[in-house]
């Protein structure tokens, strides 16, 4: 599954867009930018650097801005193991 990511490269790193792994587990967008965002604190608590995790963004649809993350190879790891269900389990 993850050769499925469409892994971009972005300021020298490989990362992956919240939106992309959203389509891949089944999951909504916000749901996923959700789970990000409640992980940042227990990052910055384990004085972790959060931009090696995750890298905000934002994308237009329809006229209106949202926010998307792009997540590193750690930043991948960490979100998806909380993930549960069929698409989950193969990546695990």
């Excluded at 389509?23 to 909504?28: D, G, I, L, N, W």
């Excluded at 959060?50 to 905000?56: E, P, S």
Aim: glycine share 4%; aromatic share 14%; net charge positive.
């Amino acid at each position: 599954m993850q050769n499925e990511l469409m892994i971009v490269e972005q300021k020298e790193k490989a990362v992956v867009s919240s939106r992309v792994i959203a389509e891949r587990f089944h999951k909504q967008h916000r749901d996923v930018v959700r789970a990000i965002e409640n992980k940042m604190p227990s990052l910055t608590a384990q004085k972790c650097a959060v931009k090696d995790y995750f890298i905000y963004s934002k994308f237009e649809h329809n006229g209106n801005w949202y926010k998307e993350y792009f997540l590193t190879r750690d930043g991948f790891s960490f979100i998806v193991m909380g993930f549960t269900g069929r698409e989950a389990d193969l990546w695990k």
